[in-house]
Structures are given as structure tokens and as C-alpha cells.
């Protein structure tokens, strides 16, 4: 992880907080007060993970955590006064917060910085897949709708038109993407 945002009112916490980022190696650590702050930041920037000290002068920090963990893929740990663990927890827990009871320990957190660590790595994976998957999708539109049109025009079968844009794929050493998106300049304008 290279960056991590801390919401926390207090000093003392931040200043807590970020020395233990900093011997977590993580880079690039910014620090803010409020939820106000943490929304506006947040629309112009992704961080990694994501640290709320609950509560917060504006809001306790639940809704917070739950907004980021919705609209990005940062990990988020909510620090909460231990009385508050077991309520707030089973509020933010289906979202993927990880919550903490509070007073922690250096040695605690460092632990809980792993996990978030490791379910940050995860879900990048997943994404960078999903984002491979999506583009294998658009390739095999692009190719069927140039198939569709190479039937349409040149009343071959479905098997032929797969075969030629296969050989032209070849031939002109392409992929079969941008053999279809050529066939769709040229027979769509």
C-alpha cells in the first residue's frame, strides 16, 4: 500500500496513526478532521486504505466508512471506543469495514494493517481480471457485429465469416478486434 488517508479529530491520534503507516512503509499519508474534509478529499483522490477515528466532529464515521468502501476500492479500518465495538461492527461489517475496538495497541494495529494489506492486494487483483474479462466481452461484440456484417453483405455463412476474419487476423498478423473494427469502417459508413 502506498497511500493511506487519517479522519481523526484528534492530534495525538494522527500523529500515532502515521507513525505506525510510516513504519509500515506506507509513502503517502494525509491527514484531515472531518468527514466534510475526508468527502471532498476523497472525490479527487483514491487512497489505499483509509483510517477513521470515530467519532468525528461533523458525523460518528459509520456512514463514512460505508461511503468509501461503496464508491472506491480503499480498504477502510473504524477505530471505535470499545463499548461502541459490537453495534457499530455489525453496522459496517457487510460493507467490508474492518473495525476496531479502541484503545489499541501498536502491535494489535500492525496487525490488522496486514489484513487490510492483504484484502487490498485481493481486491486489485480482482479488478485488474475484471477489467481483462470486460475487454475479452467488447472484443467478442466487436467481432460478432463484424460477422453480422459480413454475412449481410457478402452472403456467406456464420462459420465463414468467422473463418475470414480469423485468416485476415493471420494474414495481416492483428488481432481479431481490430480486423473486425476495420471490416466496421469500412461496411458501416
Same mark, same amino acid.
Given at each position: @500500500? ?23 512503509? $506506507? ?48 480498504? $477502510? ?14 453496522? $459496517? ?49 466487436? $467481432? ?25 487476423? @493471420?494474414? @495481416? ?17
Amino acid at each position: @500500500m502506498d497511500s493511506a488517508l487519517i479522519i481523526s479529530f484528534s492530534k495525538k491520534s494522527i500523529e500515532y496513526l502515521t507513525e505506525i503507516l510510516e513504519e509500515a512503509s $506506507v509513502t503517502n499519508i494525509t491527514a484531515i478532521s472531518t468527514a466534510c474534509e475526508a468527502r471532498c478529499i476523497l472525490k479527487e483522490k483514491e487512497y489505499d486504505l483509509c483510517i477513521i477515528n470515530a467519532p468525528l466532529p461533523d458525523e460518528f464515521g459509520d456512514c463514512l466508512a460505508r461511503e468509501i468502501t461503496e464508491k472506491q476500492t480503499s480498504e $477502510v479500518i473504524l477505530i471505535v471506543k470499545s463499548e461502541l465495538f459490537e453495534e457499530v461492527s455489525d453496522r $459496517v461489517e457487510e460493507f467490508g469495514v474492518i473495525t476496531i475496538a479502541k484503545p489499541i495497541g501498536k502491535h494489535f494495529f500492525k496487525n490488522a494493517l496486514k489484513l487490510a494489506f492483504a484484502i487490498h492486494k485481493r481486491i486489485k487483483a480482482i479488478k485488474c481480471e475484471n477489467g481483462k474479462l470486460i475487454q475479452k466481452i467488447e472484443d467478442i461484440r466487436i $467481432v460478432d457485429r463484424a460477422k453480422c456484417i459480413l454475412i449481410s453483405h457478402l452472403s456467406i455463412t456464420e462459420p465463414e465469416a468467422h473463418r475470414y476474419i480469423e485468416k485476415q487476423a @493471420m494474414d @495481416m498478423r492483428q488481432t481479431r478486434r481490430k480486423v473486425a473494427e476495420e471490416i466496421l469502417r469500412i461496411y458501416e459508413n
